[in-house]
């Protein structure tokens, strides 16, 4: 997530896969040139009132970057490091995934630059309610609609709800997805990412003839998406043998305990010195020797440096970005497979589709009627961007990227806006 002077920024990584990718397409050089910005983009600055008395004024975004497809989507990250160039970046990504899974949303995405992990609840709430209010012209169940990233969470989307719900005098649960169940939440939100993550292994472990039992598998970041995947990857008789997260990581050769890291996490605030196992950095897990790698953290994690070094026959990109655009071309050169972030944690934008489906319905699915519709979602698009990365002979990602684009370009030419 840092960005310095010296390091591309991540809209800079965005346009560049995405000018890869359109340089070979019949499409309008209108349509071309508009979807490299952000339609809208709105930068705000606002006061909070700390525990201590003082007041602090904080920067937020929020971004769209395309609504050919239907209302903008994507989540509010609260971290330091948030700059207007990185949600800018989200926002781009957040419309090629929508458009992959064919999901009827475009791009956005939002931020406050923050350190949430050195604030008081009270202080996240005031945060939230006030920069809520501030974007509250741009923000709608029929516009654009947030939901949680990284350090925001249900709770943090409730106060959301209710600030807005409260300004417009009515109860409007489709502002926001990633609510709590009692508030309109979907059953299911909290699994979907790494549900649709394991999908796209099992159907990717398919295709190279690798049985998915047999599968050893390293994940980087053991938060909301990868303690998800190792749970449900190790209920598949998969074996975990790494894994890692912000402080450390942990290596076993037999295979990993779930609850015992887990149980570590709640005690120590990491996995690392799980009983039984031995430490691994995260240097250490991106070329370890497995079948499955998962980076499920943070960007640039996979870079000219180490790719070169991957054993792994697949990468699942369950974080936004963690692979840069020179690495990617090492792996393809060898041969690996690589999920590329807008399919493989696309199943999180999937079921938030599905929460605010039923918000306007008011009618509420069972967690068996989200699981299916997710995996027949899922299975299809993997089943899409394979098929079109045959035809093309290209990787995964730029297959995705040439579905995303074509389908947007296609929605902008129809409404008549570049002819
Ligand atoms: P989280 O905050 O729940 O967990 C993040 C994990 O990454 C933690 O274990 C943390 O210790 C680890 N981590 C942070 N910095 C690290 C570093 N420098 N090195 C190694 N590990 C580090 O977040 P999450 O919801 O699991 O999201 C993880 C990634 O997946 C993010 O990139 C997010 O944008 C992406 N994603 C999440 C969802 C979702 O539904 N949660 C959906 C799509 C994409």
């Not at 390091?7 to 990584?13: F, G, K, L, N, R």
């Not at 397409?25 to 008395?53: T, Y």
């Not at 159907?203 to 303690?227: C, D, F, H, T």
Request: hydrophobic share 40%; glycine share 10%; with cysteine.
């Amino acid at each position: 997530m840092k960005e310095n002077a010296c390091q591309e920024s991540a809209y800079d990584v965005a346009l560049r896969q995405y000018d890869a990718v359109a340089d070979k397409l019949d499409i309008d050089p209108g349509i071309r040139e508009m979807l490299r910005h952000p339609r809208f983009a709105v930068e705000v600055a606002f006061p909070v009132k700390m525990d201590d008395g003082t007041v602090k004024v904080f920067k937020g975004y929020r971004v769209i970057h395309n609504t050919a497809r239907g209302p903008g989507k994507g989540g509010i990250r609260y971290h330091p490091d948030v700059t207007f160039e990185e949600v800018k970046a989200l926002s781009m990504w957040m419309t090629w995934k929508c458009a992959v899974v064919g999901l009827p949303f475009g791009g956005a995405k939002g931020g406050v630059t923050c350190n949430p992990l050195e604030m008081s609840q009270g202080e996240i709430e005031r945060l939230t309610r006030r920069f809520t209010t501030e974007i509250s012209d741009v923000i709608g169940p029929a516009t654009d609609i947030p939901g949680p990233d990284v350090f925001t969470n249900p709770q943090v989307m409730a106060w959301m709800m209710d600030t807005y719900s409260t300004q417009k005098g009515r109860f409007v649960p489709g502002i926001v997805t990633g609510k709590p169940i009692p508030l309109g939440g979907s059953l299911g939100r909290a699994q979907a990412t790494a549900r649709g993550l394991v999908i796209c292994i099992r159907e990717a472990a398919k295709e190279l003839g690798l049985p998915l039992n047999s599968l050893r598998i390293a994940v980087q970041g053991y938060g909301n998406v990868g303690s998800n995947v190792v749970s449900i990857l190790n209920g598949y008789g998969c074996k975990i043998v790494g894994v890692t997260d912000v402080m450390g990581g942990v290596f076993c050769e037999a295979g990993l305990d779930p609850a015992a890291m887990t149980t570590q996490l709640r005690e120590t605030g990491s996995v690392e010195g799980t009983p039984g196992t031995d430490s691994l950095s995260n240097a250490e897990l991106i070329e370890l020797d497995c079948d499955v790698l998962v980076p499920a953290a943070i960007e640039n994690q996979i870079t000219k440096a180490n790719a070169g070094k991957v054993k792994a026959r697949m990468i699942a990109e369950g974080a936004n970005g963690p692979t840069t655009p020179e690495a990617d071309e090492i792996l393809s050169d060898k041969g690996v497979m690589v999920i590329p972030d807008v399919l493989a944690n696309a199943g999180g934008v999937t079921v938030s589709y599905f929460e605010w489906v039923q918000n306007l319905m008011n009618f509420y699915w069972t967690e068996e009627e989200v699981a299916e519709r997710l995996e027949r979602i899922m299975t299809d698009s993997f089943a899409s961007v394979l098929g079109t990365a045959k035809e093309k002979g290209t990787n995964l990602r730029a297959a995705a990227y040439n579905l995303a684009i074509l389908r947007v370009a296609e929605a902008m030419k129809l409404r008549g806006v570049c002819r």
